[in-house]
């Protein structure tokens, strides 16, 4: 099944703010924790100055501090807070309150500061400080140390942890509550939006009509379009079946009433009808093909290339007559229209052109307007009066039952235009004959 966009969304954030938060708790608490042991050590330091200050030794040479350190804890029995004094591995002086216990002398000698975690009296964590003093009438230096017990700092270390990682945590939370809120939020529209469609589905509504954001009103605006544009096309392949079968009844009945006769004008008669009812469905095939991409993003085909294609195959057919068939244009125009359905067009105006034409039929593609590509036909043929070229294009019209054909080349131009949002006009040509214009939106 496919996954949520909103569990995504959220899970993807939970993600990154929990690698966040757990670096900035890291960070955070790195920094605090070693500003407490700062703090710790400091205070242990300024104690070990006051105990290096009082320390001297004895009459009989053995160490003593000289004059009363200001902290009650060196006074109490295993509280905590210790300092002692080694003047050799022998004479060892130490607080009241290491009791009979000591602190393990370091093996390192010198002025330098020393600290070492050791461990105390009852199990005691220790912070140990230590350093050698010389005193001035002592051949001998004195090793001082001072330790305090780190247990509080470390529960006070372990209790900010876990302090700042609750808040942290809770921080993480509400970050990801307030995603999940805000896409929960901004996919409303989207929700109001299904439920639009599954109205518009079930035919509940006609089109959406639903309010959305700026950001989706173009998606609502091309849903609207497609449905309308479908509905269209339903209606015009409607139309086209019931005038298929219109024109049909007619013929298919002549049809019939000719195949029930015998005689020799009942076959010529069922010939011609067949002929026509071939015609009638050619023409809407044609009109359904392109009434089913009309709208649609069809493809850019090169006006002249198809001209040139339908002038030649026509002048092989028309090489006994002596019609000369020329083509003009750019090869750069194009048009957006079907290729199959622009050779048709031109070309079923290019055989209605050398039907009537004495010697001479041209094709000329040119612009025509803004955003559009125009064909003309001509021929020097004997044309038609003013009247009759608006008739001409009349499905089945034909002023000459001499001439073959059915009367539905123009018409079928006229009806495959008209779908790609173009035309045909009819006119008088120079030479005399009939000029057809053909106009496509160009490519």
């Known amino acids: 099944m496919p996954r949520s966009l909103t569990v995504r969304l959220a899970v993807a ?18 920094l605090v924790v070693r500003q407490m042991r700062d703090s710790f050590d400091s205070r242990s330091l300024a104690l070990l100055d006051q105990v290096i ?5 004895d009459a009989d040479g053995d160490p003593v501090l000289t004059r009363p350190v200001a902290e009650p804890r060196f006074d109490l029995p295993l509280s905590g807070t210790y300092w002692q004094i080694a003047l050799g591995p022998d004479r060892v002086a130490t607080s009241r309150s290491l009791w009979d216990q000591r602190l393990p002398i370091g093996r390192g000698h010198g002025a330098a500061l020393r600290s070492a975690d050791v461990a105390g009296p009852r199990r ?31 529960r006070e270390i372990s209790h900010l942890r876990r302090s700042l990682a609750m808040t942290f945590a809770l921080i993480g939370f509400g970050l990801v ?56 096309t339903v209606e015009r392949a409607r139309n086209h079946v019931g005038n298929l079968a219109h024109a049909l009844r007619t013929r298919l009945a002549v049809l019939r009433n000719a195949l029930d006769g015998d005689g020799a004008a009942d076959l010529a008669l069922a010939a011609r009808e067949l002929e026509a009812a071939d015609h009638i469905v050619q023409h809407h095939l044609a009109r359904a093909r392109a009434a089913a991409l009309a709208g649609a993003a069809g493809s850019r085909t090169e006006v002249l290339a198809v001209a040139q294609e339908i002038a030649a195959a026509l002048r092989r057919l028309q090489a006994e007559s002596g019609i000369g068939i020329t083509v003009e244009g750019s090869a750069a125009l194009t048009v957006r229209c079907e290729r199959q359905d622009l050779a048709e067009m031109i070309g079923n105006l ?39 070229l608006a008739e001409a294009q009349a499905r089945g019209a034909r002023f000459d039952e001499a001439k073959p054909g059915s009367g539905l080349g123009l018409a079928i131009v006229a009806d495959l235009a008209r779908l790609y949002d173009g035309g045909l006009a009819l006119e008088r040509a120079p030479e005399g004959g009939l000029l057809a214009r053909l106009t496509l939106p160009a490519g």
Do not use: F
């Open 177 to 232: 509550g307030v995603v999940v809120a805000t896409v929960s939020i901004g996919l409303r529209p989207l929700r109001r939006l299904r439920r639009a469609v599954a109205g518009l589905r079930s035919g509940r509504q006609s089109e959406l009509r639903v309010a959305v954001p700026r950001e989706v009103q173009p998606l609502v605006a091309e849903i609207d379009a497609l449905v309308r544009q479908n509905r269209a």
């Open 350 to 388: 290019t055989e209605n052109a050398c039907k009537w034409a004495r010697r001479r039929v041209g094709l000329r593609i040119e612009p025509a307007g803004v955003g559009e590509v125009a064909v003309t036909v001509s021929d020097d043929g004997p044309g038609l009066p003013a009247d009759q």
């Open 124 to 154: 005691q964590h220790l912070r140990m400080l230590e350093r050698d003093v010389v005193l001035p009438d002592i051949a001998e230096p004195l090793h001082v140390q001072v330790a305090v017990a780190r247990d509080g700092l470390d």
């Open 13 to 30: 954030t939970a993600l990154w703010v929990a690698v966040g938060l757990a670096a900035a708790w890291m960070q955070v608490s790195t």
């Open 53 to 57: 200050a009082a320390a001297g030794v």
